[in-house]
Protein backbone atom coordinates (compact mmCIF):
# COMPACT_ATOMS: atom_id res chain seq x y z
CA UNK A 1 0.00 0.00 0.00
CA UNK A 2 1.52 3.51 -1.06
CA UNK A 3 0.24 6.42 1.12
CA UNK A 4 0.68 10.00 -0.38
CA UNK A 5 1.46 12.96 1.77
CA UNK A 6 2.47 12.59 5.10
CA UNK A 7 0.78 15.29 6.98
CA UNK A 8 -1.73 14.27 10.03
CA UNK A 9 -4.05 12.80 8.03
CA UNK A 10 -1.21 10.83 5.81
CA UNK A 11 0.32 9.49 8.81
CA UNK A 12 -2.68 8.40 10.95
CA UNK A 13 -3.79 6.86 7.65
CA UNK A 14 -0.42 4.65 7.13
CA UNK A 15 -0.11 3.73 11.21
CA UNK A 16 -3.20 2.57 11.10
CA UNK A 17 -2.87 0.32 7.88
CA UNK A 18 0.34 -1.10 9.19
CA UNK A 19 -1.09 -2.04 12.51
CA UNK A 20 -3.53 -3.72 10.47
CA UNK A 21 -0.93 -5.70 9.30
CA UNK A 22 -0.01 -4.08 5.59
CA UNK A 23 2.88 -3.38 4.11
CA UNK A 24 2.97 0.47 4.06
CA UNK A 25 5.00 2.72 1.73
CA UNK A 26 4.56 6.52 2.77
CA UNK A 27 5.91 9.24 0.27
CA UNK A 28 6.03 12.59 1.25
CA UNK A 29 7.54 15.36 -1.22
CA UNK A 30 9.24 17.65 1.73
CA UNK A 31 12.41 16.87 3.29
CA UNK A 32 10.41 16.13 6.49
CA UNK A 33 6.74 15.11 7.12
CA UNK A 34 4.20 17.27 8.85
CA UNK A 35 5.55 20.89 7.91
CA UNK A 36 1.67 22.32 8.32
CA UNK A 37 1.00 20.62 11.57
CA UNK A 38 3.97 22.09 13.42
CA UNK A 39 2.95 25.68 12.27
CA UNK A 40 -0.56 24.94 13.82
CA UNK A 41 -1.88 26.39 16.69
CA UNK A 42 0.72 29.61 16.41
CA UNK A 43 2.94 26.54 16.81
CA UNK A 44 1.20 25.31 19.67
CA UNK A 45 -1.02 22.45 17.87
CA UNK A 46 -4.58 22.46 19.27
CA UNK A 47 -4.78 18.71 18.46
CA UNK A 48 -8.42 18.58 18.71
CA UNK A 49 -11.51 19.93 20.61
CA UNK A 50 -13.55 17.74 23.19
CA UNK A 51 -17.13 19.01 22.44
CA UNK A 52 -19.61 16.14 21.73
CA UNK A 53 -20.59 14.91 17.87
CA UNK A 54 -23.93 17.01 18.30
CA UNK A 55 -21.66 20.37 18.89
CA UNK A 56 -18.95 18.84 17.32
CA UNK A 57 -20.65 18.48 14.01
CA UNK A 58 -21.79 22.22 13.89
CA UNK A 59 -18.62 23.45 13.19
CA UNK A 60 -18.25 20.72 9.99
CA UNK A 61 -18.42 21.96 6.37
CA UNK A 62 -19.86 21.66 3.93
CA UNK A 63 -21.82 18.25 5.18
CA UNK A 64 -21.18 17.13 9.07
CA UNK A 65 -22.49 13.53 8.20
CA UNK A 66 -20.30 12.60 5.76
CA UNK A 67 -17.51 12.78 9.00
CA UNK A 68 -20.06 11.11 11.45
CA UNK A 69 -18.86 7.40 10.98
CA UNK A 70 -15.35 8.44 10.72
CA UNK A 71 -15.57 10.76 13.75
CA UNK A 72 -17.42 7.65 15.87
CA UNK A 73 -14.71 5.04 14.38
CA UNK A 74 -11.63 7.65 15.85
CA UNK A 75 -12.87 10.41 18.70
CA UNK A 76 -11.39 12.79 20.07
CA UNK A 77 -11.28 10.18 22.85
CA UNK A 78 -9.69 8.47 20.80
CA UNK A 79 -7.03 11.22 19.40
CA UNK A 80 -6.34 12.29 22.62
CA UNK A 81 -5.69 8.56 23.97
CA UNK A 82 -3.22 7.83 21.08
CA UNK A 83 -1.36 10.77 21.56
CA UNK A 84 -1.32 10.40 25.25
CA UNK A 85 -0.42 6.85 25.05
CA UNK A 86 2.71 7.94 22.55
CA UNK A 87 4.34 10.49 25.12
CA UNK A 88 1.87 13.24 24.23
CA UNK A 89 0.44 14.46 27.46
CA UNK A 90 -2.49 17.18 27.04
CA UNK A 91 -4.60 19.46 28.10
CA UNK A 92 -7.92 21.36 28.06
CA UNK A 93 -8.33 24.87 27.39
CA UNK A 94 -10.77 27.55 26.55
CA UNK A 95 -13.29 26.65 23.82
CA UNK A 96 -13.05 23.01 24.45
CA UNK A 97 -9.34 22.82 22.80
CA UNK A 98 -6.91 20.20 23.69
CA UNK A 99 -3.52 21.30 23.10
CA UNK A 100 -0.04 19.40 23.78
CA UNK A 101 1.41 20.04 27.51
CA UNK A 102 4.46 20.52 26.20
CA UNK A 103 2.86 23.80 23.94
CA UNK A 104 4.99 22.39 20.79
CA UNK A 105 3.78 21.35 17.21
CA UNK A 106 7.12 20.19 16.61
CA UNK A 107 6.92 17.63 19.30
CA UNK A 108 3.24 16.54 18.33
CA UNK A 109 4.83 16.19 14.87
CA UNK A 110 7.65 14.28 16.04
CA UNK A 111 5.53 12.07 18.30
CA UNK A 112 3.24 10.75 15.59
CA UNK A 113 6.06 9.56 12.76
CA UNK A 114 7.72 7.98 15.45
CA UNK A 115 4.45 6.07 16.08
CA UNK A 116 3.84 5.63 12.37
CA UNK A 117 7.67 4.00 12.25
CA UNK A 118 6.71 1.79 15.11
CA UNK A 119 3.93 0.39 13.16
CA UNK A 120 5.88 -0.41 10.45
CA UNK A 121 5.35 2.58 8.07
CA UNK A 122 7.94 2.68 5.53
CA UNK A 123 8.31 6.77 5.05
CA UNK A 124 10.61 7.92 2.20
CA UNK A 125 11.20 11.74 2.07
CA UNK A 126 11.68 14.07 -0.76
CA UNK A 127 9.34 11.77 -3.35
CA UNK A 128 7.24 13.86 -5.42
CA UNK A 129 4.79 11.77 -6.87
CA UNK A 130 3.90 11.85 -10.29
CA UNK A 131 1.22 9.63 -11.25
CA UNK A 132 -1.32 7.40 -10.30
CA UNK A 133 -0.97 3.80 -13.05
CA UNK A 134 -4.63 2.34 -13.73
CA UNK A 135 -5.97 -0.25 -15.26
CA UNK A 136 -9.82 -1.18 -15.58
CA UNK A 137 -10.41 1.50 -12.34
CA UNK A 138 -7.80 0.09 -9.92
CA UNK A 139 -4.60 1.62 -9.35
CA UNK A 140 -1.71 -1.11 -10.05
CA UNK A 141 1.83 1.56 -9.24
CA UNK A 142 2.69 4.78 -8.28
CA UNK A 143 5.46 7.13 -10.20
CA UNK A 144 7.51 9.48 -8.18
CA UNK A 145 10.75 11.61 -8.52
CA UNK A 146 13.57 11.27 -5.60
CA UNK A 147 16.94 12.55 -6.15
CA UNK A 148 16.27 13.56 -9.57
CA UNK A 149 15.27 9.76 -10.70
CA UNK A 150 12.20 8.25 -11.24
CA UNK A 151 11.18 5.18 -9.83
CA UNK A 152 7.54 3.54 -9.83
CA UNK A 153 6.43 0.98 -7.05
CA UNK A 154 3.96 -1.18 -7.37
CA UNK A 155 0.77 -1.43 -4.84
CA UNK A 156 -2.64 -3.07 -4.32
CA UNK A 157 -4.27 0.30 -2.69
CA UNK A 158 -3.31 4.30 -2.79
CA UNK A 159 -4.33 6.78 0.17
CA UNK A 160 -4.50 10.58 -1.17
CA UNK A 161 -3.54 12.37 2.00
CA UNK A 162 -1.79 15.50 0.15
CA UNK A 163 -4.13 18.30 1.52
CA UNK A 164 -4.98 20.79 -0.57
CA UNK A 165 -3.70 24.68 -1.42
CA UNK A 166 -3.46 26.56 2.16
CA UNK A 167 0.40 27.15 2.73
CA UNK A 168 1.86 25.95 -0.40
CA UNK A 169 5.51 26.15 1.11
CA UNK A 170 4.28 22.83 3.28
CA UNK A 171 3.73 21.32 0.32
CA UNK A 172 0.03 21.28 -0.03
CA UNK A 173 0.12 22.24 -3.92
CA UNK A 174 -3.10 20.74 -4.91
CA UNK A 175 -1.54 17.36 -6.02
CA UNK A 176 -4.28 15.46 -4.79
CA UNK A 177 -7.10 17.18 -6.44
CA UNK A 178 -5.14 16.86 -10.22
CA UNK A 179 -4.58 12.76 -9.17
CA UNK A 180 -8.39 12.53 -8.47
CA UNK A 181 -9.30 14.54 -10.96
CA UNK A 182 -7.20 12.50 -13.38
CA UNK A 183 -9.17 9.75 -12.59
CA UNK A 184 -12.42 10.75 -13.04
CA UNK A 185 -13.61 12.11 -9.34
CA UNK A 186 -14.92 15.80 -9.30
CA UNK A 187 -13.38 18.62 -7.76
CA UNK A 188 -15.68 20.72 -6.22
CA UNK A 189 -14.76 24.76 -6.34
CA UNK A 190 -12.15 25.75 -4.21
CA UNK A 191 -11.19 28.60 -1.96
CA UNK A 192 -9.29 29.87 0.99
CA UNK A 193 -10.74 29.72 4.35
CA UNK A 194 -10.25 30.55 8.03
CA UNK A 195 -8.45 33.49 6.75
CA UNK A 196 -7.90 37.16 7.39
CA UNK A 197 -10.44 39.56 6.23
CA UNK A 198 -9.51 43.03 4.91
CA UNK A 199 -11.84 45.96 5.11
CA UNK A 200 -11.99 48.97 3.05
CA UNK A 201 -9.54 51.37 3.31
CA UNK A 202 -8.02 49.82 6.35
CA UNK A 203 -6.84 51.97 9.09
CA UNK A 204 -3.11 50.15 10.04
CA UNK A 205 -3.01 51.86 13.22
CA UNK A 206 -5.30 48.90 14.37
CA UNK A 207 -2.78 46.40 13.83
CA UNK A 208 -1.51 44.47 16.64
CA UNK A 209 -5.10 45.03 18.41
CA UNK A 210 -6.76 42.30 20.29
CA UNK A 211 -10.86 43.06 20.97
CA UNK A 212 -11.93 40.30 23.82
CA UNK A 213 -15.23 39.69 24.44
CA UNK A 214 -17.15 41.80 21.27
CA UNK A 215 -19.79 41.39 19.08
CA UNK A 216 -19.26 40.95 15.35
CA UNK A 217 -22.24 40.88 12.86
CA UNK A 218 -21.92 39.58 9.59
CA UNK A 219 -24.02 41.18 6.77
CA UNK A 220 -24.95 40.41 3.32
CA UNK A 221 -26.08 43.01 0.99
CA UNK A 222 -27.36 44.91 3.99
CA UNK A 223 -28.90 42.15 5.69
CA UNK A 224 -27.26 40.39 8.82
CA UNK A 225 -27.00 36.45 8.48
CA UNK A 226 -24.86 35.85 11.21
CA UNK A 227 -23.96 37.08 15.12
CA UNK A 228 -21.40 35.91 17.55
CA UNK A 229 -19.45 36.93 20.83
CA UNK A 230 -15.68 36.38 20.99
CA UNK A 231 -12.00 37.50 20.12
CA UNK A 232 -11.13 39.36 17.44
CA UNK A 233 -7.38 40.20 16.11
CA UNK A 234 -6.49 42.71 14.05
CA UNK A 235 -3.78 42.27 11.83
CA UNK A 236 -2.08 43.06 8.97
CA UNK A 237 -4.47 41.03 6.85
CA UNK A 238 -6.97 42.76 8.40
CA UNK A 239 -9.75 40.62 10.95
CA UNK A 240 -8.39 37.48 12.27
CA UNK A 241 -8.90 36.14 15.15
CA UNK A 242 -11.07 33.16 16.43
CA UNK A 243 -13.91 35.64 15.41
CA UNK A 244 -12.76 36.28 12.26
CA UNK A 245 -11.68 33.22 11.20
CA UNK A 246 -15.41 31.55 12.38
CA UNK A 247 -16.84 34.29 9.56
CA UNK A 248 -14.30 33.76 6.93
CA UNK A 249 -15.86 30.74 5.54
CA UNK A 250 -18.93 32.48 4.75
CA UNK A 251 -17.69 35.94 3.94
CA UNK A 252 -15.23 34.63 1.06
CA UNK A 253 -18.32 32.49 -0.31
CA UNK A 254 -20.42 35.64 -0.23
CA UNK A 255 -17.60 37.53 -2.10
CA UNK A 256 -16.77 34.85 -4.17
CA UNK A 257 -21.17 35.43 -5.46
CA UNK A 258 -20.39 38.92 -6.31
CA UNK A 259 -22.50 40.02 -2.70
CA UNK A 260 -21.98 43.15 -0.82
CA UNK A 261 -20.58 41.95 2.62
CA UNK A 262 -19.85 44.24 5.96
CA UNK A 263 -18.52 43.11 9.45
CA UNK A 264 -19.82 45.10 12.07
CA UNK A 265 -18.23 45.26 15.28
CA UNK A 266 -19.87 46.03 18.62
CA UNK A 267 -17.57 47.25 20.67
CA UNK A 268 -19.84 47.08 24.03
CA UNK A 269 -21.76 44.10 23.38
CA UNK A 270 -22.62 43.28 27.29
CA UNK A 271 -24.46 46.59 27.35
CA UNK A 272 -27.70 47.04 26.36
CA UNK A 273 -28.16 49.97 23.59
CA UNK A 274 -30.55 52.01 25.26
CA UNK A 275 -28.46 51.78 28.96
CA UNK A 276 -25.36 52.82 26.99
CA UNK A 277 -27.49 56.06 25.43
CA UNK A 278 -28.29 56.99 29.10
CA UNK A 279 -24.22 56.27 29.91
CA UNK A 280 -23.26 58.26 27.14
CA UNK A 281 -25.44 61.18 28.22
CA UNK A 282 -24.99 61.06 31.79
CA UNK A 283 -21.26 61.22 31.34
CA UNK A 284 -21.21 63.86 28.82
CA UNK A 285 -23.19 66.25 31.64
CA UNK A 286 -20.53 65.44 34.14
CA UNK A 287 -17.73 65.01 31.99
CA UNK A 288 -18.50 68.42 29.72
CA UNK A 289 -14.95 69.97 30.27
CA UNK A 290 -13.60 67.09 28.66
CA UNK A 291 -12.12 67.16 24.97
CA UNK A 292 -13.43 64.38 22.21
CA UNK A 293 -10.02 62.56 23.36
CA UNK A 294 -10.49 62.27 27.01
CA UNK A 295 -14.15 61.49 26.68
CA UNK A 296 -13.59 58.60 24.34
CA UNK A 297 -10.97 57.39 26.62
CA UNK A 298 -13.45 55.82 28.72
CA UNK A 299 -15.15 53.99 26.30
CA UNK A 300 -11.92 52.55 24.30
CA UNK A 301 -8.69 50.54 24.83
CA UNK A 302 -5.96 52.80 24.13
CA UNK A 303 -4.86 51.28 20.44
CA UNK A 304 -8.37 51.80 19.75
CA UNK A 305 -8.79 55.88 20.25
CA UNK A 306 -7.25 57.14 16.77
CA UNK A 307 -8.34 54.62 14.58
CA UNK A 308 -11.85 54.98 16.03
CA UNK A 309 -12.43 58.92 15.90
CA UNK A 310 -11.20 58.95 12.80
CA UNK A 311 -13.88 56.48 11.57
CA UNK A 312 -16.16 58.20 13.10
CA UNK A 313 -15.31 61.59 11.99
CA UNK A 314 -14.57 62.77 15.51
CA UNK A 315 -12.15 65.08 16.04
CA UNK A 316 -9.83 64.81 18.66
CA UNK A 317 -8.99 67.99 20.51
CA UNK A 318 -12.64 69.24 20.07
CA UNK A 319 -14.37 69.89 23.52
CA UNK A 320 -17.21 67.91 23.90
CA UNK A 321 -19.25 71.17 24.60
CA UNK A 322 -19.55 71.93 21.29
CA UNK A 323 -20.88 68.31 20.28
CA UNK A 324 -23.87 68.44 17.95
CA UNK A 325 -26.71 65.46 18.66
CA UNK A 326 -25.13 64.60 15.53
CA UNK A 327 -21.89 64.08 16.60
CA UNK A 328 -23.21 62.14 20.03
CA UNK A 329 -25.45 59.89 17.69
CA UNK A 330 -22.13 58.72 15.69
CA UNK A 331 -20.44 57.85 19.03
CA UNK A 332 -23.28 55.80 19.73
CA UNK A 333 -23.81 53.75 16.83
CA UNK A 334 -20.10 53.50 16.33
CA UNK A 335 -19.60 51.95 19.72
CA UNK A 336 -21.98 49.22 18.74
CA UNK A 337 -22.10 49.33 15.11
CA UNK A 338 -18.70 50.10 13.89
CA UNK A 339 -18.94 49.04 10.13
CA UNK A 340 -16.62 47.31 8.14
CA UNK A 341 -16.92 47.10 4.28
CA UNK A 342 -14.72 44.17 3.51
CA UNK A 343 -13.21 44.19 -0.21
CA UNK A 344 -10.70 41.47 -0.51
CA UNK A 345 -9.58 37.99 1.67
CA UNK A 346 -6.15 36.49 2.25
CA UNK A 347 -5.08 33.93 -0.12
CA UNK A 348 -3.69 30.41 0.87
CA UNK A 349 -0.56 31.60 0.97
CA UNK A 350 -1.58 32.57 4.45
CA UNK A 351 -5.15 30.57 4.87
CA UNK A 352 -5.31 28.16 7.65
CA UNK A 353 -7.36 25.93 5.31
CA UNK A 354 -9.00 25.09 2.11
CA UNK A 355 -12.56 24.71 1.75
CA UNK A 356 -13.62 22.93 -1.41
CA UNK A 357 -12.18 19.19 -2.75
CA UNK A 358 -12.42 16.19 -3.75
CA UNK A 359 -16.06 15.63 -3.48
CA UNK A 360 -17.82 13.54 -1.02
CA UNK A 361 -20.60 12.14 -3.14
CA UNK A 362 -18.02 10.25 -4.74
CA UNK A 363 -16.81 8.88 -1.34
CA UNK A 364 -17.76 6.03 0.67
CA UNK A 365 -18.18 7.91 4.37
CA UNK A 366 -17.95 4.15 5.99
CA UNK A 367 -14.26 3.66 4.73
CA UNK A 368 -13.37 6.57 3.15
CA UNK A 369 -12.87 4.74 -0.45
CA UNK A 370 -13.37 6.21 -3.50
CA UNK A 371 -16.88 5.09 -5.55
CA UNK A 372 -14.84 5.43 -9.34
CA UNK A 373 -11.78 4.07 -8.25
CA UNK A 374 -11.84 0.58 -6.65
CA UNK A 375 -8.54 0.59 -4.60
CA UNK A 376 -8.24 4.73 -4.54
CA UNK A 377 -8.69 6.00 -0.63
CA UNK A 378 -9.13 9.45 0.67
CA UNK A 379 -8.01 11.44 3.71
CA UNK A 380 -7.91 15.03 5.38
CA UNK A 381 -8.20 18.38 3.39
CA UNK A 382 -8.02 16.92 0.04
CA UNK A 383 -11.41 16.10 0.67
CA UNK A 384 -14.11 18.38 0.15
CA UNK A 385 -14.35 18.99 4.22
CA UNK A 386 -13.32 21.52 6.55
CA UNK A 387 -14.01 22.60 9.70
CA UNK A 388 -14.03 25.93 12.26
CA UNK A 389 -10.78 26.80 14.35
CA UNK A 390 -10.46 25.43 17.19
CA UNK A 391 -9.36 21.54 16.56
CA UNK A 392 -11.71 20.34 14.41
CA UNK A 393 -9.78 20.70 11.27
CA UNK A 394 -7.25 17.86 13.13
CA UNK A 395 -9.59 16.22 14.15
CA UNK A 396 -11.31 15.34 10.59
CA UNK A 397 -7.49 14.83 9.19
CA UNK A 398 -7.12 12.35 12.13
CA UNK A 399 -10.78 10.71 11.64
CA UNK A 400 -10.58 10.21 7.93
CA UNK A 401 -7.51 9.15 8.10
CA UNK A 402 -7.41 6.54 11.19
CA UNK A 403 -11.03 5.50 8.30
CA UNK A 404 -8.94 5.31 5.12
CA UNK A 405 -6.67 3.31 6.80
CA UNK A 406 -8.79 0.99 8.27
CA UNK A 407 -10.73 0.81 5.01
CA UNK A 408 -7.44 -0.04 3.00
CA UNK A 409 -6.13 -2.61 5.57
CA UNK A 410 -9.62 -4.48 5.09
CA UNK A 411 -10.06 -4.02 1.32
CA UNK A 412 -6.21 -6.23 0.92
CA UNK A 413 -6.72 -8.40 4.09
CA UNK A 414 -10.02 -9.57 2.20
CA UNK A 415 -8.18 -10.01 -1.19
CA UNK A 416 -5.23 -11.62 0.79
Not at 90 to 103: H, K, L, M, S, V
Not at 239 to 244: P, W
Amino acid sequence: MVVVGGGPAGLMAAGHAAAAGCTVLLLEKMEQCGRKLCITGKGRCNITNTKEWDDFSTHIHPQADFLRPAFLGFSNRDVVALFNQIGIETQRERGDRIFPACQSALMVRDALVQWAKKQGVVITNGAKVDGLVTTEKQIDSVQYSINNRKETVACRAVILATGGLSFPLTGSEGDGHRFAKDLGHKITSCFPSLTGLMPRNYDKRLQGITLNNVGLSFLVDGEVVREEFGEVIFTDLGFEGSLGYRFSRQVVTAMRNGQKVSLIVNLKAAVPFEQLRARIHRDFLKLSTETTEQFVRHYLPQGLLYPFLSAMGLKANEQIVTWTPAQKERLLQGLQQWEHPIESYAGYDRAIVTAGGVSIKEIQKKNMRSKMVENLFFAGEVIDLDGDTGGYNLQIAFSTGAMAGGGAAKLLNRKT
